[in-house]
């Protein structure tokens, strides 16, 4: 089941801004990444989905309901944090923390308490006077203090010291365990890595991929790194290779190269380099962050990536 569908989303700036046919769904306990760089289009999806934005074309729902037409109902069990953070500057946490409770309907506050303390929050000082690390905790706790089932998150935890960053992982991997429906929006590759069953990667507003975590995870295809102890083995290598295995750089001064692997094939790759002098052999893991780069490889500067 969906909770979340965002269909042939379109919004277009000028100029080549916006977002053009972005299409994804999210499914229910599922936790889907939402990775670029800062400018990618990330921001300005989500904003459609929350009901901020009317789109040129397609449509953003919630549990079926198309936000832009009934962005109440369609938010009524959905956990909204912020990239960009605005906070009345003259209430407390505390106070502000009390101000989104009565909107919500709650009168228990021991899960933001909970939180609170686990995210070492000081309610007790004045929004305008918090750092952007302690404004970022505080629209955490307000996101997840009502137990929703849906949590819309973008850039959940830029300006958190990378010891509140891994409270963060943890806190957003135990709600997955609980059932919870999560899209998470981020630039930051082991947020997104640690929590996310599939991600997609946006890039100048259009989504290029959506894939499952674990094809990265456990890719089919391999590249290993070798080194030889002489040029006629390294040669000899070169000109004879069997199967799907293949060259993909290669280091003529050092006597190396990185190969290509089929799963299927890696016996018969072993049994290629049998008899040659070796000196190094070492499997090059692929990450998630490798995997995004191969989509962002011509360009030089990324954002805030």
């Known amino acids: 089941m969906d909770r979340i569908a965002i269909n042939d989303l379109t919004k277009?700036?000028?100029q080549g801004r916006g977002i053009f046919g972005v299409s994804f769904s999210v499914h229910k306990g599922e936790c889907f990444g939402f990775l670029g760089p800062n400018g990618a289009g990330k921001s300005t999806t989500i904003r459609h989905l929350m009901g901020f934005s009317t789109p040129d074309k397609g449509y953003a729902a919630i549990d079926g309901v198309?936000?832009?037409?009934?962005?109440?109902?369609?938010?009524?069990?959905?956990?909204?944090?912020?990239?960009?953070?605005?906070?009345?500057g003259a209430l407390t946490g505390r106070e502000f923390i009390k101000e989104q409770s009565e909107l919500k309907g709650l009168s228990d506050y021991a899960f933001a308490d909970w939180l609170t303390a686990l995210f070492q929050l000081d309610t007790s000082l004045r929004c305008k006077d918090m750092s952007m690390g302690m404004k970022r905790k505080l629209t955490i706790v307000v996101a997840f203090m009502s137990d929703p089932d849906i949590l819309v998150m973008d850039e959940p935890s830029s300006g958190l010291d990378p010891k509140m960053q891994e409270v963060f992982i943890e806190l957003v991997k135990a709600e997955k365990k609980r059932g919870k429906t999560i899209l998470m929006s981020s630039h930051i590759f082991s947020e997104i890595d640690s929590c996310c069953d599939r991600i997609a990667v946006i890039k100048d507003g259009k989504i290029v991929s959506i894939i499952d975590s674990d094809v990265i995870k456990h890719n089919e295809k391999k590249n290993y790194r070798l080194r030889f102890k002489n040029r006629k083995d390294y040669d000899a290598f070169a000109n004879s290779q069997e199967g799907k295995s293949k060259a993909v750089d290669r280091d003529e001064k050092d006597l190396a190269m990185i190969v290509n692997v089929e799963d299927e094939d890696i016996n018969t790759f072993l049994m290629s380099l049998k008899g040659l002098a070796i000196d190094d052999l070492s499997e090059i893991k692929l990450t998630l962050e490798d995997y995004f780069m191969s989509f962002y490889k011509e360009d030089r500067t990324f954002g805030g990536l």
């Not at 037409?69 to 605005?86: F, H, Q, T």
């Open 66 to 88: 198309v936000t832009v037409k009934d962005r109440s109902k369609a938010l009524e069990n959905v956990g909204y944090l912020p990239g960009e953070i605005s906070l009345p």
């Open 12 to 14: 277009d700036y000028g």
